[in-house]
């Protein structure tokens, strides 16, 4: 084969590879995530009823707060059972997308 001629199928494989074990990116885990959290804090962890509103905490405070729901430092009703679900990195990314949003007015 001449070397022009296997240039398209090496792109072709390079291309397949990399997509081979593409996930979700983080953006859109971290929205599908916090989807999970609408019910009680509201879309967009703005709060229409009387659970606190998650957007524009501080990424660390909010991070912290559930970490310690994980741990079980942190009484609740629902939470702790609910953080117990996810992991540390997980926790990481709802945190950052809540953090990102404005806080209501």
């Known amino acids: 084969m001449r070397p022009r001629a296997c240039a398209p199928l090496a792109v072709a494989v390079i291309a ?10 983080e953006g859109t885990l971290a929205r599908n995530l916090a989807a999970t959290c609408a019910n009680c804090h509201g879309t967009g962890g703005v709060s229409v009823g009387g659970f606190a509103s998650l957007a524009g905490m501080k ?11 994980k741990a079980g430092t ?32």
Request: hydrophobic content about 40%.
């Open 74 to 105: 942190r009484p609740g009703t629902v939470m702790p059972q609910l953080m117990k679900g996810y992991t540390d990195a997980q926790i990481d990314l709802l945190a950052g997308w809540f953090a990102a949003h404005p806080p209501p007015r």
């Open 16 to 25: 397949w590879a990399s997509t081979a074990g593409a996930q979700p990116g």
């Open 59 to 69: 990424k660390e405070e909010l991070a912290g707060k559930l970490m310690e729901y």
